[in-house]
């Protein structure tokens, strides 16, 4: 029952492609927010979607993040090309949202509200969730440490309930956020 919980391609799994889609499509709907940055964000969000149901190696030989399907002589040009302008893509708003989240932190003091207080959570939560994603491959490839089932599972069971938390705890964050109230003259 576990396995079936928490595969790679199980509930939780279908779930989280569920969620970053909605989160996309919530994002296009959200009017106080600019119109460019609502762009942004449900790019991201469906990129994320795409991400999850492995979209990101469906058309192509391999998986486009991967710095050796940019290297490798079996990937054809115009594959190459097409990922590279993808990817490209992805960096450039991700980049552009981060600038928008340090200035929505920094400057506005954005951490101090209920919606930045929440944002938070799934901003930290990504790198982490990818880490333990990653952690035993890793400790097996450099070390030969293998982990015993019960802690495969649990690292699984973590890492895809991780994954699925996220989109919700953005859509939670777009729930909560109002359009700022007119400063007194």
């Given at each position: ?59 192509t030989v391999m998986s486009i993040t991967?710095i050796k399907f940019y290297w490798s ?113």
């Open positions: 029952m576990f396995t079936l919980l928490f595969f790679e391609r199980g509930p939780f799994e279908q779930l989280s492609i569920v969620l970053w889609a909605l989160l996309g499509a919530a994002l296009l709907l959200k009017r106080p927010l600019p119109l460019c940055l609502r762009l942004a964000m449900a790019a991201v969000a469906f990129a994320f979607a795409a991400r999850e149901a492995d979209l990101h190696k469906a058309y991967k002589p079996e990937v054809p040009l115009p594959q190459k090309l097409a990922g590279g302008l993808v990817l490209l893509t992805l960096i450039a708003l991700l980049v552009f949202l981060t600038v928008q989240l340090y200035g929505y932190v920094v400057r506005r003091r954005g951490l101090l509200t209920p919606v930045g207080q929440v944002m938070a959570l799934p901003v930290l939560m990504l790198p982490v969730s990818k880490v333990i994603d990653r952690l035993s491959s890793h400790l097996y490839e450099m070390f030969q440490i293998v982990f015993p089932l019960t802690v495969q599972q649990l690292i699984a069971a973590f890492e895809e309930g991780m994954e699925m938390a996220i989109p919700l705890l953005f859509l939670v964050a777009l729930l909560l956020h109002r359009e700022a109230p007119p400063r007194a003259p």
